[in-house]
């Protein structure tokens, strides 16, 4: 799969960045490359996570060139040290080096590391700083290489994306009684509010109150708990994306099911 599986963002509101760097060099970043698309005849321009100054957007000049020394470092799911200057939003890529210590994606996990890729085109605002969200990153490509059970680590993912960018609800507190969710009631999620027992005219998926507390815990071994997360997780975040569709989400979906 290319990058051109990851579509650009949904335009969303942006939170104000605790640190603009716009302006400021930077050097000696943990970074990883999410998406790149040619610029002009020689250069790329490329989005990158990085660990203390979230995504931004670089262009890597020349870096189409056949003896450039970018051209084999700038790829998916590679550990990189860059460095990065400019006044706009667009800077300018000063450097990248490959820091290693990761197996490559292959088959499956490479298709979750693109869905992965996508969720944080489309969701994180540029400029924003998730060092948390980048260490949860790093930890869940390791999962995929390690051929840990996919969607066990997606769903941790997706989780802890929403934490991050400010838009996940407690799914432990009920928000029509105000009280601890039962595991035996069952509930539907609303999006920007929380969990609430379930009506018979809901069209959004029903979970139980012991799904809801197992995703908060991190503890998906239980079958129903992984086939209604899956569910819960899908409508929640084309909720947050405003419907726009998923590309490698539904690649996922068409051959393995996830």
Request: with cysteine; glycine share 6%.
């Amino acid at each position: 799969m290319s990058d051109a599986a990851v579509a650009e963002p949904v335009k969303r509101a942006r939170a104000p960045s605790r640190e603009r760097t716009v302006g400021t060099r930077v050097s000696d970043q943990p970074a990883f490359v999410l998406h790149s698309y040619p610029y002009k005849e020689t250069s790329l321009i490329i989005d990158m996570l990085t660990r203390d100054f979230g995504r931004v957007a670089v262009i890597a000049k020349g870096a189409k060139r056949p003896h450039s020394q970018l051209r084999g470092v700038l790829q998916t799911f590679q550990p990189l040290s860059a460095g990065f200057v400019g006044k706009n939003e667009l800077r300018t890529l000063t450097g990248a080096e490959w820091v290693g210590g990761m197996l490559p994606l292959e088959k499956t996990a490479l298709l979750c590391g693109f869905y992965l890729n996508e969720l944080l085109v489309k969701l994180l605002a540029r400029d924003d700083a998730h060092p948390a969200l980048f260490d949860h990153y790093v930890a869940t490509l390791n999962q995929l290489a390690h051929n840990e059970p996919a969607p066990i680590v997606l769903r941790k993912f997706e989780r802890a994306l929403l934490k991050e960018t400010g838009v996940a609800a407690d799914l432990t507190r009920c928000t029509a009684t105000r009280t601890r969710v039962q595991a035996d009631v069952v509930y539907v999620v609303d999006p920007e509010r929380g969990p609430r027992p379930e009506r018979a005219d809901d069209i959004a998926p029903r979970v139980s109150g012991k799904t809801l507390l197992d995703m908060e815990c991190e503890d998906y071994q239980d079958a129903a708990t992984q086939a209604q997360s899956k569910q819960l997780m899908r409508f929640l975040l084309a909720h947050h994306l405003g419907g726009a569709p998923l590309n490698t989400r539904q690649i996922l979906i068409d051959l393995l099911q996830l």
